[in-house]
């Protein structure tokens, strides 16, 4: 599967919309490694990782990445998913949290990262109908 080096109006808002909605993930997920989880073993340092590559494949989506970089995109905010489902069910390498704490950034960053696979879902089954030739997003 690849992307056509055409650039309509939807694709362009696509890929700035799932760019936007990934990099807000990645800044949340900075500010709360900052505000407090950076002195959580294992956690905090996810924390700072996730923020750095969502981030950065934002930007190199933005910039016109190959097609696997909105799936790299999607594979990261499901990964962000689940382990916030897993920090509030059994627990994620001993750190359990509680409901939608802290406020308002776990409601926040669970809509970021559903709109990311959203909008990364909607660019690459466009791509597939669309292409034969390998390009860029």
Not at 94 to 119: N, S
């Amino acid at each position: 599967m690849t992307f056509t080096a055409t650039k309509t109006p939807v694709k362009i808002a696509l890929r700035s919309g799932m760019s936007a909605s990934l990099a807000l993930s990645g800044v949340l997920h900075a500010y709360l490694y900052i505000d407090s989880y950076h002195a959580i073993p294992t956690i905090g340092p996810a924390f700072l990782l996730q923020a750095s590559l969502s981030c950065a494949v934002a930007t190199l989506t933005l910039l016109g990445g190959p097609w696997w970089m909105a799936a790299a995109a999607a594979a990261l905010s499901a990964g962000s998913l689940c382990a916030f489902a897993l920090s509030r069910t059994i627990g994620l390498f001993g750190f359990t949290e509680i409901g939608w704490e802290p406020t308002p950034y776990a409601a926040l960053t669970v809509i970021t990262e559903t709109l990311t696979i959203a909008l990364c879902v909607a660019m690459l089954v466009g791509a597939r109908r669309r292409t034969t030739h390998p390009s860029m997003i």
